[in-house]
Nanobody, 123 residues
Framework: QVQLEESGGGLVQAGGSLRLSCLAS????????VGWFRQAPGLEREFVAAISWLNANTYYADSVKGRFTISRDNTKNTGLQMNSLKPEDTAVYYCAASRRFGRLERPESFDYWGQGTQVTVSS
């Protein structure tokens, strides 16, 4: 059974850092695109970052570029290092994985999702 589990969320002051992790079970990330998305209350799920399995290229939303870094290994771990956090980064963060080709900034390109981890940034 394919499962993803995020961890590392919490409460942090603006300007601080957090590192989110996502652990895969039932499969490994080898051959999978990996993405991170977030959803704030009342808003749609939005793209944060992704890494392609094909060429290891990374992609970031403009709002997090230069502050967040996505990483992965080819076993069971992916991470999202978040620096210089802002109150507007407050959201539930989800990791996602897929073997399909597609636009990695779109949630519909991903087949497997974790349950999410809450990140709250106080001003």
């Amino acid at each position: 059974q394919v499962q993803l589990e995020e961890s590392g969320g919490g409460l942090v002051q603006a300007g601080g850092s957090l590192r989110l992790s996502c652990l895969a079970s039932g499969f490994t990330f080898s051959g999978y695109n990996v993405g991170w998305f977030r959803q704030a209350p009342g808003l749609e799920r939005e793209f944060v970052a992704a890494i392609s399995w094909l060429n290891a290229n990374t992609y970031y939303a403009d709002s997090v570029k230069g502050r967040f870094t996505i990483s992965r290994d080819n076993t069971k771990n992916t991470g999202l290092q978040m620096n210089s956090l802002k109150p507007e980064d407050t959201a539930v963060y989800y990791c996602a994985a897929s073997r399909r080709f597609g636009r990695l900034e779109r949630p519909e390109s991903f087949d497997y999702w974790g349950q999410g981890t809450q990140v709250t940034v106080s001003s």
